[in-house]
């Protein structure tokens, strides 16, 4: 199904965005450690609803957005949440410029209004991040109307059609809180789980083809021993965040799997007995 989804759009997209809009696109990439995610996914996007990615960090949820991005050659603006998170980061704001020798008033758009009006993707990540307050501004976005009004200067804008959102959530976090229902509602919810060790696999030799195998077969270890200790509730998720494990298996082409696990894993643990049980495990596996 993959070959056919959507493919009137992804050709009419293609068409429609240059070379100069070629940095906002996704490379693409994600491994889906479910045989229907990607698939799934895909169609949500394609019958324009609204996507909303759970699972730990580290698990690849930026890295599907991204991909979804780059399968329909689809620019994608990132709004990261946050308590600080306000209005104008999300719409945009006022600002006096000079033009033909007068002052005036002008309103630069933001990523929302930019991604509606352009037939863009709106990936918002860690989205109960942000104060409950903040986002019902979208509610009028994210279900059947499509549409906006913006705040600050009265314009009602309605989505162009190709127009996208996908947002990502860790739940049980520190500093988050619980989506409202009227937002959670608008969204098709999907779980994103950590890769199994074959699709870890796949990753790494795909991300490192000249990557000894020796190299590779030591961190896959490592990973699965971090995992099972994440299971054990010894460690906490993040220990076993693919992009942490791409970030050690890089540096260990350099300086070693043991330091490199140190620096892209262990050093990010607050806890000194969390980061004491990452470098025992990794010395058990350094051969």
Same mark, same amino acid.
């Given at each position: ?6 493919? =009137? ?8 965005? $240059? ?23 895909? @169609? ?12 730990? @960090?580290?698990?690849?949820? @930026? ?8 399968? &329909? ?21 006022? %600002? ?13 758009? $933001? ?34 109307r499509r549409m906006l009004t913006n705040p600050f200067t009265g314009e009602v804008i309605s989505a162009h059609p190709d127009f996208n959102v996908? /947002? /990502? ?6 500093? %988050? ?12 919810? &999907? ?13 790494? =030799?795909?991300? &490192? ?8 077969? %030591?961190?896959?270890?490592?990973? #699965?021993?971090?995992? #099972? ?10 220990? /076993? ?14 300086? $070693? ?12 643990? #607050? ?17």
């Amino acid at each position: 199904m993959e070959a056919i989804i959507g493919e =009137e759009r992804k050709e009419r997209l293609s068409r429609r965005y $240059g070379e100069e809009d070629s940095v906002l696109i996704g490379t693409g990439g994600y491994v889906s450690p479910d045989p229907h995610l990607w698939e799934d996914v895909l @169609t949500a996007v394609v019958i324009r609803r609204p996507v909303l990615l759970k699972g730990p @960090t580290g698990s690849g949820k @930026t890295k599907l957005a991204e991909s979804v991005s780059g399968f &329909f050659s689809q620019p994608m603006h990132q709004v990261n949440c946050s308590v600080d998170l306000d209005a104008e980061a999300l719409l945009g704001y006022k %600002t006096i410029i000079q033009k033909e020798g007068r002052t005036e008033i002008d309103f630069v758009d $933001g990523p929302v209004i930019h991604a509606m009006k352009n037939g863009h993707i709106l990936y918002i990540d860690e989205i109960n991040m942000a104060k409950p307050e903040t986002l019902p501004i979208l509610h009028s976005v994210l279900d059947h109307r499509r549409m906006l009004t913006n705040p600050f200067t009265g314009e009602v804008i309605s989505a162009h059609p190709d127009f996208n959102v996908i /947002a /990502a959530i860790n739940e049980g976090y520190v500093g %988050t809180v619980p989506m409202n229902e009227a937002l959670k509602n608008r969204f098709i919810a &999907f779980h994103v789980p950590y890769l199994g060790m074959q699709e870890t696999r796949e990753l790494l =030799e795909s991300e &490192f083809p000249d990557a000894p195998s020796v190299l590779i077969a %030591t961190m896959l270890d490592i990973s #699965e021993d971090l995992r #099972e200790q994440v299971r054990n509730g010894l460690l906490e998720d993040e220990a /076993a965040s693919i992009r942490s494990l791409i970030d050690a298996t890089e540096l260990a082409l350099h300086i $070693g799997p043991e330091r490199a696990v140190r620096y892209a894993v262990a050093e990010k643990m #607050e806890d000194r007995g969390e980061r004491q049980l990452v470098m025992d495990l990794v010395r058990t596996r350094i051969r």
